[in-house]
């Protein structure tokens, strides 16, 4: 289907574990980015990529690690997830030139 | 990117048509102005975006004031559908940061 597509929607793990949240794109979007959502504020970047093998920080990307090595996907890792990284994760991609953004659905996280 | 800044909330009875502030004073030449809202739970949905002349859509219309200072996103007959979450982001074209919300306007439509 087209679109793009977030995995797994929601997520239990413990603290201090490695997890990997997936995001998949159909339309060969140039941008994509990591957003978190928390209660109480709104949508916060945690990164951004402009293509293939380019990435780059956004405002809060302290225990995240990304990579890019296709276009259509954007996996999202904490290394060794906290607390505090419990949260609502959305994944967005847009071509970039004058053009809207796409959101996926968001996953779930909780660390436990 | 300008900051902007939106009333926490606002009602709106269904059938009328919803007025949504947004005030951007420090926006630049080459700043666009973007909507999007979110309905509890989803991800994001794009409606709308304009540089200096007013816009339309199927969804809404945007008015942006001459000194580019501040805009309106209507929405002409708003249904309990509309109730959302909607955010006012001013961003440059192209920009790979281009997209940086703030908290965003709770629109409730009432019956």
Same mark, same amino acid.
């Given at each position: 289907?087209?679109?793009?597509?977030?995995?797994?929607?929601?997520?239990?793990?413990?603290?201090?574990?490695?997890?990997?949240?997936?995001?998949?794109?159909?339309?060969?979007?140039?941008?994509?980015?990591?957003?978190?959502?928390?209660?109480?504020?709104?949508?916060?970047?945690?990164?951004?990529?402009?293509?293939?093998?380019?990435t780059?920080?956004?405002?809060?990307?302290? %225990?995240?690690?990304?990579?890019?090595?296709?276009?259509?996907?954007?996996?999202?890792?904490?290394e060794?997830?906290?607390?505090?990284?419990?949260?609502?994760?959305?994944?967005?991609s847009?071509?970039?030139?004058?053009?809207?953004?796409?959101?996926?659905? %968001?996953?779930?996280?909780?660390?436990? | 990117?300008?900051?902007?800044?939106?009333?926490?909330?606002?009602?709106?009875?269904? %059938?009328?048509?919803?007025?949504?502030?947004? #005030?951007?004073?420090?926006?630049?030449?080459?700043e666009?102005?973007?909507?999007?809202?979110?309905?509890?739970?989803?991800?994001?949905?794009?409606?709308?975006?304009?540089?200096? #002349?007013?816009?339309?859509?199927?969804?809404a219309?945007?008015?942006?004031?001459?000194?580019?200072?501040?805009?309106?996103?209507?929405?002409p007959?708003?249904?309990?559908?509309? !109730?959302?979450v909607?955010?006012?982001?001013?961003?440059?074209?192209?920009?790979?940061?281009?997209?940086?919300?703030?908290?965003?306007?709770?629109? !409730?439509?009432?019956?």
């Open positions: 289907d087209a679109g793009i597509t977030q995995s797994p929607r929601y997520k239990i793990t413990e603290t201090g574990r490695q997890v990997t949240l997936m995001c998949h794109q159909t339309w060969s979007h140039s941008y994509m980015f990591w957003y978190r959502q928390d209660l109480g504020h709104g949508l916060r970047l945690i990164y951004y990529s402009a293509a293939a093998d380019i780059d920080k956004g405002e809060v990307p302290d %225990g995240y690690v990304v990579s890019r090595s296709k276009t259509e996907n954007f996996p999202l890792t904490l060794s997830a906290t607390r505090s990284q419990t949260s609502v994760y959305f994944c967005a847009t071509q970039g030139v004058n053009t809207e953004a796409f959101f996926g659905q %968001g996953t779930r996280l909780t660390v436990v | 990117d300008a900051k902007t800044t939106q009333p926490t909330s606002m009602d709106c009875a269904e %059938g009328r048509a919803a007025n949504l502030p947004c #005030n951007h004073s420090t926006i630049s030449g080459n666009y102005v973007y909507w999007y809202r979110q309905i509890h739970s989803q991800g994001p949905q794009y409606i709308i975006h304009g540089l200096k #002349n007013n816009e339309t859509n199927e969804m219309s945007l008015i942006i004031t001459e000194d580019r200072k501040s805009s309106t996103l209507i929405l007959h708003a249904t309990l559908r509309d !109730t959302a909607y955010y006012c982001i001013a961003s440059r074209l192209g920009s790979a940061r281009q997209l940086t919300f703030g908290s965003g306007t709770q629109l !409730t439509v009432l019956p």
